[in-house]
């Protein structure tokens, strides 16, 4: 293989998902010389993603560390959509439509009123309502929705429209795009000095940001010990497509736990219905499976049994990248020169102006801020790397 050499860098950052791209984006903005290395940048996990900002309605126990986080970073979009739509003149679809969490049985009512009675706890903004009240806030809802919780600050945005943006905006910012996927991170005197590309060009970097999603536990040249623990959680989506003039199906996101499987509705202003989403630990298979096409619908469809009638317009199913308690890792790692910003499993889409803002901060400060300690990869110096062969 033929090896060319680029010019260097103060950043490289591996791979051109959001995640990707927002730190690029706001490194270039401080002055950094930055580039990403990413075959198809703007594509990852984000396409399958259905954009739902849902901190509080996607609150579980044991996770109110990463809760904190979430927060402040749903309360940084309206700014942030604000600001990458004044860069690129592009509208990210982003909503403050809220959303609803309902229940079809005893068994998921009773699962909604402890979550209830937990985001209260903690002092979240959360409503219950009866069925007949969800009935009145959604007309198309099922007969049999037996009660549900009304967050108005869970809002969405449309993750395709956000990864073209950034894209858009990180071009503008003078970030230079090596559309090549990294073939190994390179290390001199100790510390990481960039990558060699899958094209053969060897990129030098003063830093180096691994955000390759959940390819991020798998590179090539980290050594086994730095390697973060990330393992692939599969994720199957619908898009359904509702026909002009039809009135909308939903006002608002609609979601519920039907017979112990998560199932969400997120009507884009488009005309678009995504429908998502089936959860499977099973490697690095991205294939869209009858059965979970046929769960996903069977499910919806108690909630809306109108949906079934709506053109089935695309399947696809996507790889989020999972730490062992669900939270990013972000900041520097044991290999100086090195840098984290990965494993935001299902909180991608939410969590991308606050990574952005954490790393453009620690990229051109050489500080990390006091609300990003908890997601170094310290905590997981015990842990494999490699957990995604087991799973």
Known sequence: MHTSRSSGFDVLVVGGGIIGLVTAWRAAQRGLRTAVADPEPGGGAARVAAGMLAAVTELQYGEQTLLDLNLASAR??????AELTDATGLDLGYRACGTLAVALDADDRAHLRDLHAFQISLGLSSEWLSGRDCRRLEPLLAPGVRGGLRVDGDHQVDPRRLATALLRAAELAGVTLLRSAAARIETAGGRAAGALL???????????????GSLSGRTPGVPEEVLPPIRPVKGQILRLRIPPGHAPFLSRTV??????SHVYLVPRENGELVLGATSEEFGWDTTVTAGGVYELLR???????????????ETLAGLRPASPDNAPLLGRTALDGLLLA???????????????????????????PGYALPFTAERFA???????QTA
């Open 76 to 81: 940084r979009y309206p700014d942030f959509a």
């Open 198 to 212: 899958d094209d053969g060009t060897a990129v030098h970097a003063d830093r180096t940001v691994l955000a390759a």
């Open 255 to 260: 979601r519920a736990v039907v017979r112990g």
């Open 299 to 313: 499910d919806a469809h108690e909630l809306v049994p109108g949906i079934t009638e709506l053109p089935l317009t």
């Open 342 to 368: 990965t494993g935001h499993h299902r909180n991608g889409v939410l969590l991308t102006p606050v990574t952005g803002d954490i790393m453009g901060e620690l990229l051109s400060t050489g500080e990390l």
């Open 382 to 388: 015990h842990v494999p790397a490699r957990q995604e």
